[in-house]
């Protein structure tokens, strides 16, 4: 199991060298060779331990194929973002209510907690600040937090993601 991970991870790796690159030169195929090589080389630990739950090659192919299919609503969650953030600089009256929101999350492993904190943070008008590991609460400083007190914070902040990291972690 262990050597079809590491073929996994390293056919992964390469296939986004080779998209990322857009070169099939030689030099750029053993230069992004010698790279992968490397990278699952140094990074072997955190790439190829054994996952807490013993997942199948399938289950990292569906994971994969979560992610891809994730990417587009990220984006779009992003674009509609900077659109609202955009509007705010714009405003000749602007009345900000900035504060920090804590929103309990379901996703319960560390590495998809880590991810739904940086999508939150890549989002504009949205930072994490911390992450609880005992309780799964994630601490957000917002930009302008509605002051409506019958808002689901946790559905506007994380409610497109959550559901995606779930899918992809496993949790």
Known sequence: MYKARIAFVFIAFYSFWLLLSGN????????GFLVC?????????FLLNEPENKSSIFSYIRRTIFFFLFLPVFFYQAYKSSII??????????DLHQGIVKIKTDVESLS?????ANLI??????????INENTGELYIHCIN????ENINHKE????AFEPWVL???GD
Do not use: C, H, W
């Open 167 to 169: 899918k992809i972690f």
């Open 24 to 31: 099939l030169a030689p030099t750029n195929l053993i230069l």
């Open 85 to 94: 953030v955009l509007k705010m600089v714009f405003q000749k009256d602007l």
């Open 145 to 148: 937090i509605p002051l409506d």
């Open 112 to 116: 998809g907690r880590t991810m739904l």
């Open 156 to 159: 506007e902040i994380i409610g």
């Open 121 to 130: 943070t890549l989002t504009p008008g949205t930072i994490s600040v911390d």
């Open 37 to 45: 090589s490397f990278t699952i080389f140094f990074f072997r630990g």
